[in-house]
């Protein structure tokens, strides 16, 4: 029994370990092994908002800043709306920093970020234990990405539900789509909020892009491309075309 004790810690130390030395020994032997699992469990809907538009929304692994998926699972976009969703991604090296609820192009390259797992937090699960994110329901259609992705994390703390919400502008989930869309600036005149179908004339497209830092009293150019520092583009372009979508 003692030499079975003084072999393990030879083998934490060395990383040298032998199969046929009993159990404590064959953990050790798995840890050498293998990787990361990740498993991501969600109820999606608005999955098939994306078909054929060359985007897809992927349970994908990133290296430190790096724009593009080392590696990512799509979410078939055939899913059923509310139909539970359960992906894994296993075997992940320990390079990766985040794995990501993500919206990417056909490149791979990430375009709007809906929920994070940093690995860093889990490099002391030596048990390789999988790491489990469960998301519950969650709408990842066009505006749906932007309401998770965009105003649940870069615009609420300002314009949330209270009597507070500044410039009476409510943008938390299932009331943001509404406080917007053809309803007249409260601090512009003879702008509409989001005119749809024209992003180009719509206040929220001015105040966020370059140009639009003196628009209000409140720069918020510099809130987007500071929440946004390696998709500040893809960010604004998905805006756009969400409104060049309306109805
Ligand atoms: C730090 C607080 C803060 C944050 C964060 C913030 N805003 Fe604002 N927002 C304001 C203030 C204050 C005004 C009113 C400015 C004025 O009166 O000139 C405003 C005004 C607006 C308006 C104009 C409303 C109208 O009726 O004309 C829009 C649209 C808007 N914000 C969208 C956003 C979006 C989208 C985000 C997230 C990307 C965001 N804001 C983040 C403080 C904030």
């Avoid at 055939?78 to 075997?91: A, H, K, R, W, Y």
């Amino acid at each position: 029994m003692k030499s079975t004790h003084y072999i393990y810690i030879i083998g934490l130390l060395w990383g040298l370990v032998s199969c046929d030395s009993g159990d404590i020994l064959e953990k050790v032997y798995t840890v050498d092994e293998k990787g990361y699992t990740v498993k991501v469990t969600a109820q999606v809907s608005g999955l098939g908002e994306w078909e054929g538009t060359g985007n897809t929304v992927a349970v994908a692994g990133f290296t430190a800043d790096s724009k593009y998926a080392i590696l990512q699972k799509a979410l078939p976009s055939s899913t059923e709306d509310g139909l539970p969703l359960s992906i894994v991604l296993s075997n992940l090296s320990s390079e990766l920093q985040t794995v990501e609820l993500v919206l990417t192009n056909s490149l791979r390259k990430r375009i709007i970020t809906l929920a994070t797992i940093n690995m860093n937090d889990y490099r002391d699960n030596s048990a390789r234990d999988t790491i489990r994110l469960d998301l519950g329901r969650i709408d990842v259609g066009r505006f749906g990405v932007l309401q998770t992705g965009l105003f649940d994390r870069a615009c609420i703390q300002c314009h949330g539900a209270s009597g507070r919400s500044a410039a009476g502008l409510n943008l938390t989930e299932g009331n943001a789509e509404a406080a917007l869309v053809n309803v007249p600036s409260s601090r512009k005149e003879g702008y509409l909020r989001v005119e749809s179908g024209n992003a180009e004339g719509s206040l929220l497209h001015l105040i966020l892009n370059e140009g639009g830092e003196n628009l209000l009293s409140h720069n918020h150019t510099e809130i987007l491309s500071s929440q946004f520092k390696s998709n500040l583009e893809e960010v604004s372009g998905l805006i756009d075309s969400w409104i060049e979508n309306l109805p």
